[in-house]
């Protein structure tokens, strides 16, 4: 398994959380070219309650957020619209971490509705949103948010989703 999960908040389950954590993480790293079986990603479907404690922690903003992503080590770039590194496989026979990710039950909840979409759906894309930046990509700069979108997009569209970013 790519995803290691903890659920703190056992709504998760009711929508069968660890199939859809997994079933994008793999679909990502999968369009990356990236074997799946070689690395670890730490989850943790919780509350807003919880990611607001966690995003005042690490980001100082003291309100619930959709998703956090903690990577394991920094695979950012330098300029605006570069393509990360991918991180290589580690010791031979152990899995290689690629960081932690926190999601929200409430707030994917809350904005699934008003999307008009299903929380699987949501849900699916914050987990490819996530390890994405686990992986490196960004979305604060103009050329990394571009990229990054794209690669949502594509990534969904595999798994048969819809385009996030496309207004109705």
């Known amino acids: 398994m790519l995803t290691d ?9 009711e929508v069968a959380f660890n199939a859809l954590a997994e079933t994008a993480a793999q679909a990502t790293l999968a369009h990356l ?3 799946a079986d070689l690395f670890e990603i730490a ?3 919780c509350d807003d309650a919880r990611i607001a404690e966690l995003n005042a922690d690490f980001r100082d903003k003291d309100k619930a957020t959709n998703v956090l992503s903690w990577p394991s080590e920094e695979r950012g770039v330098a300029v605006d619209g570069d393509v990360p590194a991918l991180p290589e496989q ?3 026979g152990m899995l290689e971490e690629l960081g932690d990710i926190a999601i929200s039950y409430d707030t994917c909840a809350r904005e699934a509705a008003e999307a008009g979409k299903t929380i699987a759906e949501h849900v ?8 994405l930046h686990l992986l490196g990509y960004d979305h604060v700069r103009d050329k990394d948010a571009t990229l990054m979108e794209g690669l949502e ?3 969904l569209g595999k798994m048969g989703l819809a385009d996030p970013y496309e207004i109705n």
């Open 43 to 45: 989850v943790l479907a």
């Open 153 to 155: 997009t594509i990534i």
């Open 90 to 92: 580690g010791f031979p």
């Open 124 to 131: 699916t894309h914050l987990m490819v949103h996530g390890t």
């Open 5 to 13: 999960i903890i659920i703190e908040d056992d709504r998760w389950r």
């Open 33 to 35: 070219g990236m074997a």
